[in-house]
């Protein structure tokens, strides 16, 4: 029996609850979450880490009316499948939902179209009615710090540089100006489709500065390969439509990115290869140089 027939069964069983024709089933991502296509039209994301640090369906919940209201005002987002209910869904003890299928082209993102969707959907963000909890990952993120004492997966020294930074960083983004955010806006949530740039993935949303949204694109580049160019130009073309970067603001998220990615890696990567461990690596002598 593979580790997949059961939160596909939960998948299809569902969407065939809802009177949907299905015709296939191809895996699209299997990680945390899996991601089913089940029709030309229909994908499928299921929730496989039932025992994970998030339980329950409230997240689920904040992504889908997210989802929605983004959808609604034109904002360049993946949409959920009309032909269900746009909800949060529970079967077999898995939490999932629907997507509508787009069809994504080789083509890297340009770094201005980065900027300018990223500013679209924040300013569609600011008007969205629903409250969402302050700093959200961040606050998780340092609870999370436990879990990851009592199963040592990291030393004593890692957790005091993550406990340290995570704490400075809400202390020193709590002082911003709060809006919606993405909540993990990396290229990996973004997808170049037929139709142009669109985020996906909005199940980490939470209220704070937009530069945590900005840090969280640009970290790679900046940190890690030192593409200035491409920094540069994502965020002339976040200002250029209209959205507003502050410096020191931009400062502090690209520390919180960094800690909160490392304290995620072990939850997310539990057998990581020889390169995420570098970057891994990478993050965490990152933030030692900036606290020492």
């Avoid at 890692?158 to 809400?170: A, E, G, K, P, Q």
């Amino acid at each position: 029996m593979s580790h997949l027939d059961l939160p596909i069964r939960a998948a299809t069983e569902t969407a065939l609850a809802h009177g949907v024709t299905l015709d296939r089933c191809e895996v699209l991502q299997d990680g945390n979450t899996l991601v089913l296509r089940l029709s030309e039209t229909l994908v499928a994301r299921v929730v496989q880490d039932v025992d994970g640090p998030r339980q329950g369906t409230e997240w689920f919940a904040r992504e889908t009316a997210l989802a929605r209201h983004l959808t609604q005002q034109g904002a360049p987002v993946v949409p959920m499948h009309p032909d269900l209910p746009q909800e949060p869904h529970e079967h077999l003890g898995y939490t999932l939902n629907f997507w509508l299928y787009v069809s994504t082209i080789e083509a890297a993102p340009e770094p201005k179209e980065i900027g300018a969707t990223l500013q679209h959907c924040h300013e569609v963000l600011r008007h969205f009615p629903e409250p969402l909890p302050k700093l959200a990952i961040l606050t998780e993120s340092l609870a999370l710090l436990a879990t990851l004492k009592e199963r040592a997966l990291f030393p004593d020294a890692t957790l005091s540089l993550l406990r340290d930074c995570l704490t400075i960083s809400t202390e020193k983004l709590a002082a911003f100006p709060h809006q919606p955010l993405h909540g993990d806006a990396h290229l990996g949530n973004l997808m170049n489709t037929t139709t142009g740039l669109l985020w996906a993935d909005w199940e980490d949303t939470f209220s704070g500065p937009v530069e945590w949204d900005l840090a969280s694109i640009l970290w790679n580049a900046k940190i890690l390969e030192e593409d200035h160019d491409t920094v540069d130009q994502i965020l002339t073309a976040y200002r250029d439509a209209g959205g507003a970067v502050r410096e020191e603001a931009l400062h502090h998220s690209f520390i919180a990115r960094a800690a909160v990615m490392s304290a995620w890696y072990p939850i997310l990567y539990p057998n990581p290869n020889a390169e995420r461990q570098a970057k891994l690596q990478r993050r965490l002598d990152w933030l030692a140089a900036l606290s020492g």
